[in-house]
């Protein structure tokens, strides 16, 4: 009898675990366009695209970690403690000053108070000293299942394109998700880099569950 129900159970947990198979390869885990709104207006076509920051600027960890990382708060005011407001704005405000025979008012963006919000800075940028600096509470685009495990290193150093998987980021005024981060794709690109390589060179990326599975 025990035997029996146990024998029954792995026969269910067979039967679930494959069907879960069959379900992760057949729907493509569909979180494609996902496109959450964050807490700054923060922008990739301007910062990436016209202004051409390069990705590794602000996502240095895809080269070295699992994580390509969310820069923090201080890798933007490299820039943002000159840069308070837009040029148009500034180069506007500087036009109606002259008109009006005033000197012009420093402008800052709304968008880019917010930033100073959470650094806890005061108008002249001076630390508040009843408020402490927060990070900014981006919300998360893309997310794996805590039992799949995936490394940006093995592919950024192969030389795949962070838009092969994330889509044209440049572009995008706020960040989508593209990709439908299944297991086919996953499992279709590396059968695809076993049989033509990837960026001209021959490569291998492993096909075994443990590669992607603890
Ligand atoms: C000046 C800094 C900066 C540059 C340059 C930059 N990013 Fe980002 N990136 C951010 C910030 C901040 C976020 C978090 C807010 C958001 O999602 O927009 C982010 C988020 C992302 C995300 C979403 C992460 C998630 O939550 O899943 C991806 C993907 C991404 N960036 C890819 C890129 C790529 C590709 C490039 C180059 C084409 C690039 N980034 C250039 C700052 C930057
Ligand atoms: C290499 C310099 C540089 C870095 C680094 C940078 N920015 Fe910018 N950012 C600019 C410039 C220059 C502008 C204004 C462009 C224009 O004239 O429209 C701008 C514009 C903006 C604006 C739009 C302002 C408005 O209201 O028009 C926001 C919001 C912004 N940045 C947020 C960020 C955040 C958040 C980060 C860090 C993740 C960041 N920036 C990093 C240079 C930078
Ligand atoms: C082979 C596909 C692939 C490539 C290439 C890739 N990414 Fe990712 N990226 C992912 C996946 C999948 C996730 C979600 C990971 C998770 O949930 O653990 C992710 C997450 C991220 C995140 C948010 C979480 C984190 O890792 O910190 C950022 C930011 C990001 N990628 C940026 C980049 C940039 C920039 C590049 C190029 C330098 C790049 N990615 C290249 C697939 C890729
Ligand atoms: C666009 C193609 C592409 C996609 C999509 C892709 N991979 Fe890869 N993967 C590669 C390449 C290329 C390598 C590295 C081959 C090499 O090092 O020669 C690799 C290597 C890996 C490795 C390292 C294997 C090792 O031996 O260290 C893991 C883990 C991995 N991928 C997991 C994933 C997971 C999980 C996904 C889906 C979320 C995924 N990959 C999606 C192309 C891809
Ligand atoms: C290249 C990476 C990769 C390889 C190799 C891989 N998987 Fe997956 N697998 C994934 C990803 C990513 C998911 C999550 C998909 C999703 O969330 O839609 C997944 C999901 C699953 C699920 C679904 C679990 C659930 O609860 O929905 C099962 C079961 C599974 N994989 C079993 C396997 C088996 C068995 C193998 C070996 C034949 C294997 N995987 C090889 C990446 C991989």
């Known amino acids: ?37 964050q807490p700054i207006n923060y922008s990739h076509r301007l910062h990436a695209g016209e202004m051409q920051i ?9 080269e070295q970690s699992r ?9 933007c005011m490299n820039c943002h ?14 036009q109606d000053a002259e008109a009006e025979d005033r000197t012009a008012e420093r402008i800052v963006s709304s968008e880019l108070q917010k930033l100073y919000d959470t650094l806890a800075l005061d108008d002249q940028l001076r630390p508040l000293e009843d408020k402490a600096p927060m990070p900014v509470p981006w919300v998360r685009v893309h997310t794996l299942p805590d039992f799949v495990r995936f490394d940006h290193r093995p592919h950024v150093l192969s030389g795949v394109s962070c838009q092969s ?45 443990t590669t992607c599975h603890y």
């Open 1 to 37: 009898m025990r035997s029996r129900t146990l024998t029954i159970l792995m026969g269910f947990t067979v039967a679930a675990s494959l069907a879960a198979l069959a379900a992760a390869w057949r729907l493509p885990g569909d979180n494609r366009g996902y496109e959450p709104v």
């Open 54 to 62: 390069s990705c590794m600027y602000c996502h240095s960890g895809a």
């Open 81 to 94: 403690q000159e840069v308070r407001a837009s040029f148009e704005l500034v180069q506007q405000e500087a």
């Open 165 to 209: 998987c994330h889509g044209p980021v440049e572009t995008m005024e706020r960040v989508r998700q593209e990709a439908p981060l299944s297991m086919g794709w996953c499992v279709n690109c590396h059968r695809d880099v076993n049989e033509h390589g990837v960026a001209g060179k021959t490569a291998y990326a492993s096909l075994d569950c």
């Open 67 to 75: 994580y390509a990382g969310i820069p923090s708060t201080s890798v």
